[in-house]
């Protein structure tokens, strides 16, 4: 069967052709739920693998979603449902990929921050995106919104006096001040209000930890802020913040990349498609499937639902209940 060619665009042909592989090879680093007066989750922002900060809106993801019965996660059908979603807003935050996003404060007076590949820690204003015009990502090309908050990590000093490269950020956590884990195998501690770090540690230096990589995937502070828990490799360490001593490890069958407190449980995924729910004893309460096949992400909403990203460009939002409320690719390239 033939066709008029007469109109073929064979530049917009490879673009779409480029534009789709760039969106699969993506990855989400890190989500979050975006604080809001509403109980039901309305926006969720994401770090990708680009450097991108893009805050997306959950309602219009699952309106635009396949019914609920094409969703298939033991025959790995989700990521085939899923939706390209454009983004509220783009924010280019980081010079290569952007790996944690959370914010400090409450409400739309929070500010919202990433750090990065580039070592640096970047802070905007929640309310200035909310109330910005530029609503269309390919307006945001540029960062035209300038950040607030503006920290980087500390080079080393080797032989000769010649310095390191800027150790990376690969994630953080705030409270009355934030922390940070980096690939120097170091979780910092950094006072908001002077920009400079506090207090460092190592856990390199505990005997109980000698057997463990020497970098920080990923970090989180429970509720009542007395207990950070972070990973190295396959385990989840647990430190009593005020002591600043290790409490307990949590071994894992595979690599560990994002973690959060939820009650006395422990929430983590990684490099398998499961979210698991841990006790602070290490036993495996439960699993629940998820679309990205390599997870870099949990995040939970104060009413229980759940946000998983990673591989692909993909968040899989999941209800208190376990379903699969939607899932979408992140788009605004």
Known sequence: MG????????SAYRASIAKERELQARTVFRTIFAPSQNPIPETIVAASSDGSVAP???SSCIS???????YDIRHQKVSSASIVAEPRCLLQGHDGPAYDVKFYGQGEDSLLLSCGDDGRIQGWRWKEI?????????HMRGNHLMSVLDLVNPQHRGPWGALSPTPENNAIAVDDQIITGSEDGTVRMWDCKSGKCTYV???QKNVKLKAASSWISCIALDINENWLAFSTDKSISIWNLP????ISMIGTHSLVQDILFEDNQILAVGAEPALSHFNLNGAI????QCAPQSAFSISRHPSGVMAVGGYGGLVDVISQFGSHLCTFRCGGC
């Open 64 to 70: 635009s979603s396949p019914p609920a019965h094409l």
């Open 56 to 58: 997306y809106s959950i």
């Open 243 to 246: 002591t600043r001593e290790c």
């Open 201 to 203: 540690i190592n856990p």
């Open 285 to 288: 309460l439960s699993q629940v």
């Open 130 to 138: 909310l109330n910005s015009d530029l609503t269309h990502a390919s």
């Open 3 to 10: 066709g008029d060619a007469t109109n073929w665009d064979e």
